[in-house]
């Protein structure tokens, strides 16, 4: 499996409000910067997306990701919330600022790109391949055959 595929399989995951856009777009993103980093899209870690940080909320509040609460407003909120927030200069909710509500959709982004890795996996685009290593046969002490153990790889 590539970046490549799993970047289009996140990519076409249907988002019907601003909010999943929005996570949606921050799953490529990740994509990309972990493609960069020289990761592996089938091995692929939340502690590699982490890219050193304990969370989504440290890796949100250490400068990680977007920095401004009108760039974390712009990329998650429809246009009524918008001019609800004045753009994203007031909070967003009682509750939350806007870094807590980014590292929110970080996590989510995460998510979402795990789920798309194992529909890949599952809807047989890869396929499971049971392979063996070299065979060796012997004869153990009741004059049985023996031989090596198979083990998975995936092909495309």
């Known amino acids: 499996m590539t970046f490549f595929d799993l970047e289009k399989t996140v990519a076409q995951t249907p988002a019907r409000s601003a909010w999943l856009r929005g996570v949606r777009d921050f799953a490529v993103d990740l994509l990309q910067e972990a493609e960069e980093n020289g990761y592996n899209a089938e091995n692929l870690k939340e502690a590699e997306l982490l890219n050193g940080a304990r969370d989504w909320r440290e890796f949100s509040y250490n400068g990680l990701w977007l920095c401004y609460d009108v760039q974390i407003a712009a990329a998650l909120c429809a246009p009524y919330e918008l001019k609800k927030t ?14 807590d509500v980014q590292a929110r959709a970080l996590w989510q982004a ?47």
Not at 117 to 128: D, I, M, P, Q, V
Not at 140 to 154: A, G, L, R, V
Request: with cysteine; proline share 3%.
């Open 110 to 156: 995460a998510r979402l790109i795990f789920t798309c890795r194992e529909k890949l996996f599952a809807s047989g685009h890869y396929n499971e391949v049971m392979v063996r290593k070299e065979t060796v046969f012997y004869r153990d002490e009741n004059n049985e055959f023996s031989t090596s153990e198979p083990y998975k790889i995936y092909i495309k």
């Open 86 to 99: 004045q753009n994203g200069y007031k909070r967003p909710n009682a509750r939350e600022n806007w870094l």
